[in-house]
């Protein structure tokens, strides 16, 4: 495992090479992966403060697919909410959307794209927000960071980052492969990003 090095982060960013991972890297490092500069800098917020607890600053791997994953599943963190209406989830029993509405109202949110009533109601009682009483909270950028992070964790997807394995990781993210090749061209420009 090869920590991430801030500092050569910093200079593949142009940045002062301070040495400090805080918002101001990590908003230049969203706004370099699609982000809008207000967008990125909430998101920024959110991942200097729980990137390191979170495990994603102590293998590079980790950051550069939680990158790549998240800015398919935002469409390059534009999208803080899923443009579709989120009927094609009405119904859904996986996902927890037992009431009639629920497919709309708990559809894909945050830059991970959070589903269902069950997730809400799950990823919001860690973060201590009630998400499945307020589900457009999902979408604030701040709150819809700390969610893929706790997402991330749940799936114990950096053991498959330390891998290399963007199949399984995007399987445990999509249920599938949905936008593969869009995910590995994130991957390849966050690569090319974090040092």
């Known amino acids: 495992m090869v920590a991430v090095n801030i500092k050569a982060t910093q200079a593949a960013l142009g940045l002062n090479q301070d040495g400090i991972a805080g918002k101001g890297t990590f908003g230049t490092l969203l706004r370099k992966m699609g982000a809008g500069a207000s967008v990125a800098a909430d998101l920024g917020y959110s991942l200097a403060t729980f990137a390191t607890p979170m495990g994603l600053m ?9 990158l790549g994953q998240l800015a398919h599943e935002s469409d390059h963190f534009n999208a803080m ?11 859904r029993l996986d996902l927890g959307n037992t009431q009639p509405g629920d497919g709309v109202r708990y559809k894909g949110r945050g830059p991970i794209q959070i589903t269902g009533r069950a997730n809400y109601r799950y990823y919001g009682a860690i973060i201590g927000i009630d998400l499945e009483k307020y589900p457009e909270l999902a979408s604030n950028p701040c709150i819809g960071m700390r969610l893929a992070l706790e997402y991330w964790k749940a799936k114990g997807l950096n053991a498959y980052a330390d891998m290399d394995d963007i199949l399984t990781i995007t399987k445990k993210i999509n249920g599938g492969t949905n936008g593969l090749d869009d995910r590995k061209a994130n991957y390849v420009r966050a690569n090319a990003l974090v040092k």
């Open 58 to 66: 102590d293998n590079r791997l980790r950051m550069v697919h939680f």
């Open 81 to 91: 909410e899923e443009y579709a209406s989120g009927r094609a989830y009405e119904g």
